[in-house]
């Protein structure tokens, strides 16, 4: 039981984007990434418009909880305007907010509400599955 | 309306130390531990310390009688013929692997029938489907129907000539149904095919009488009857036991070894080899001596109380879907909410102390019929209360409220 951690996660920034993911809904003409965790059902499909290496839009639909849809609402907004070789540092950074609570790093914008969540080692896995798609995928 | 003492809660360590903001509805995944089972597991821990069989020195006759009284225990319990019939394993999987690799292997030939049913555990699937890959046997399966329980209309044209055995779980640990095993095994008998029931989700809620169910195998754990974790047993009558080679070989299971040749021990060393869990297979004879303590009878009165008192409150929650109603089930209860991801109710109970599962709970299959991903499922043992269930209840209409 952890009220700290619930209501701060949920209550502050997961709730809305639980209501009104941001980035939700399919690209046209774009490279296309799926990932599924198996174990929950949980799914995604990412959606990137690349010229050259520069991510210039990125968007999301699919299935899942509330920590899975904000994360992956707050990583493709990450995206934008970001060269695919800065996305390996980006998903390090993350990886690491994830195993320290109370951690932080500027470049994660709103994706630092996630600090210390890999404590709660299956919902970790809900906030990394987005996270765990990109790489895969490019 | 009957009321649960404090003092039969003591008897499990965490309810005791958290009486208040514990609400243990995960049951069906595994039952709490009381403390004599502790106790009892402590005492081999600390007075006779020492490996079974053999042992020519106090200890190891202490150590050896535990061991075996459990056994004898565990026979009485299902009401066995005899303590060959009782095979340690370590647990309900471990107990169905066995009979897959060493009964499966000898018995069954390309084309082969097993017939399983839509509400097995992956436990009573992946085995099987092992078996079928290594050896070209075919798998069957009765159908479930919306209610849960299982669809019998095509039964007499599913079990035929070819099929050698019955794969069949007492109680689905996902809906809750109770399913018409003896009758069931009736039909198989009739056919000339063997039953194995998987007994984990059943064995610590009503008695089970393994000569009058006349099933050919029972598979059940320790930790879902109030005992330790690694422990389980695969009942056989002892006829099909003897007739079936050992699936592990090495110490404790053999009479002579030499390179070119090895004899096997008697029943049921034969299938129990290496040191085995010693101080969990004192743990489960405890376990059934709790039970016994307890009776099936309160347990059940008990349980059913919980099961209609839940019933009649958890299906007039708005936007809840309630997954499964057999008429005869146990307290085992699959939901949804509407809008709200599984993941999501479970941490929102989980805030409020309340432990329950989500997931597809190793049963794919189900989730499948029901076209969904996960549930959510509150399973509850006899030392659960009125009151937490009003909890349960108004913290569900919370947590819909909460993510609306």
């Known amino acids: 039981m ?9 209550q502050e920034t997961i709730l809305r984007y639980n209501k009104h993911p941001k980035n939700f809904g399919k690209l046209e003409n774009a490279c296309c990434f799926e990932g599924q965790n198996k174990m929950c059902g949980d799914f995604i499909r990412l959606f990137l418009h690349l010229t050259e290496n520069k991510i210039e839009a990125a968007s999301f639909e699919g299935e899942g909880c509330a920590i899975l849809k904000a994360s992956a609402s707050m990583m493709t907004d990450l995206l934008k305007g970001k060269f695919l ?14 195993e320290n609570s109370g951690s932080y790093c500027e470049d994660l914008k709103e994706a630092n509400v996630f600090a210390g969540l890999s404590h709660f080692h299956s919902r970790a896995q809900c906030a990394l599955l987005p996270w765990e798609t990109l790489i895969n995928g490019i | 309306m009957m009321h649960i003492s404090n003092s039969l809660r003591n008897h499990f ?4 130390k958290c009486p208040e903001t514990v609400v243990y509805f995960d049951n069906a995944s595994t039952t709490l531990k009381p403390i004599s089972v502790i106790n009892k597991m402590n005492e081999l821990y600390t007075e006779y310390p020492v490996n079974v069989h053999r042992g020519a020195y106090r200890f190891a006759e202490q150590a050896t009688r535990a061991f075996e009284d459990s056994r004898l225990a565990v026979q009485r319990f299902i009401n066995a013929r005899s303590t060959k019939e009782i095979v340690f394993t370590r647990g309900t999987t471990d107990s169905i692997n066995l009979i897959a690799s060493s009964y499966g292997r000898t018995f069954l030939k390309p084309g082969d029938e097993i017939l399983l049913t839509q509400l097995e555990h992956h436990a009573n699937i992946v085995p099987w489907r092992m078996l079928c890959d ?39 640990n996902s809906l809750g149904t109770i399913n018409p095993v003896a009758e069931i095994i009736e039909i198989a008998h009739a056919r000339g095919a063997k039953v194995l029931v998987d007994a984990a989700q059943a064995i610590a809620h009503f008695p089970i009488d393994v000569q009058n169910l006349d099933v050919d195998f029972l598979c059940f754990s320790g930790h879902k009857m109030f005992g330790p974790f690694g422990i389980g047993v695969l009942y056989g009558k002892e006829h099909l036991l003897e007739g079936m080679p050992p699936h592990q070989g090495g110490g404790g299971m053999i009479q002579n070894v030499n390179f070119d ?11 129990e080899a290496g040191t085995p869990p010693i101080a969990s297979a ?11 303590e307890i009776g099936f009878k309160f347990i059940q009165e008990r349980e059913n109380l919980l099961l209609s008192y839940t019933l009649e409150r958890i ?18 209860f699959a939901f949804n909410l509407t809008g709200v991801h599984p993941h999501d109710v479970t941490a929102y109970l989980d805030q409020k102390g309340i432990c329950i599962r989500s997931g597809h709970h190793c049963n794919q299959p189900i989730m499948t019929f029901y076209q969904i991903p996960a549930m959510n499922r509150a399973s509850m043992s006899f030392y659960n209360t009125l009151e937490e269930i009003d909890y349960f209840i108004e913290t569900l209409k919370e947590t819909r409220k909460f993510f609306s």
């Open chain 2, 134 to 172: 290594r050896i070209g046997s075919v798998i069957k399966v009765i159908p479930m129907k919306r209610d849960g329980e299982l669809d019998l209309s095509n039964i007499k044209s599913l079990i035929t000539n070819k099929t050698r055995l019955v794969g069949l779980v007492y109680v689905s």
């Open chain 2, 315 to 332: 299906k007039k929650i708005n936007g809840l879907i309630l997954y499964g109603e057999s008429k005869e089930r146990s307290a085992v």
């Open chain 1, 2 to 10: 952890n009220n700290v951690f619930f209501s701060k996660l949920y």
């Open chain 1, 85 to 98: 070789h800065e996305i390996d540092e980006l998903f390090d950074n993350f990886k690491s907010i994830l």
């Open chain 2, 13 to 16: 360590p965490l309810l005791k």
């Open chain 2, 282 to 292: 004192v743990g489960l004879g405890e376990a059934t001596n709790f039970i016994n």
């Open chain 2, 261 to 271: 040749e090895v004899s096997y021990a008697p029943l049921p060393s034969k299938f």
